[in-house]
């Protein structure tokens, strides 16, 4: 499955667009890793903790957009976008929306 930010995939033209498709993954943020980076934030440096998470929520988010584009018939997903936001009391829970359209190349 290619997946891909561009609006096309270059040598192979699209021969059928077949929707919109759409991942999610929606991760809360534990109170140690709160902590953690809240120190992070004072001293300074990078929150390897949540990098973690974000990285994969971000993967979770491409596997689920890309089996929906399978489940289609697609053997690509063109036009990816990501969305990445924070929900809930005290913005602990991280959302990354992965969204693109499923074409057959």
Do not use: H
Request: hydrophobic share 50%; glycine share 12%; net charge negative.
């Amino acid at each position: 499955m290619i997946v891909t930010t561009t609006p096309t995939v270059e040598g192979r033209p699209v021969q059928e667009y077949l929707g919109v498709v759409a991942g999610e993954a929606i991760v809360g943020a534990n109170l140690f890793r709160d902590l953690f980076a809240s120190i992070r934030d004072i001293v300074g440096g990078r929150a390897a903790s949540y990098e973690q998470v974000m990285e994969s929520a971000r993967e979770t988010a491409l596997s689920e957009l890309a089996a929906r584009a399978e489940a289609l018939g697609a053997n690509a997903v063109v036009g990816v976008s990501l969305d990445y936001e924070t929900v809930g009391g005290g913005s602990s829970i991280l959302m990354v929306a992965a969204t693109g359209t499923a074409v057959r190349v």
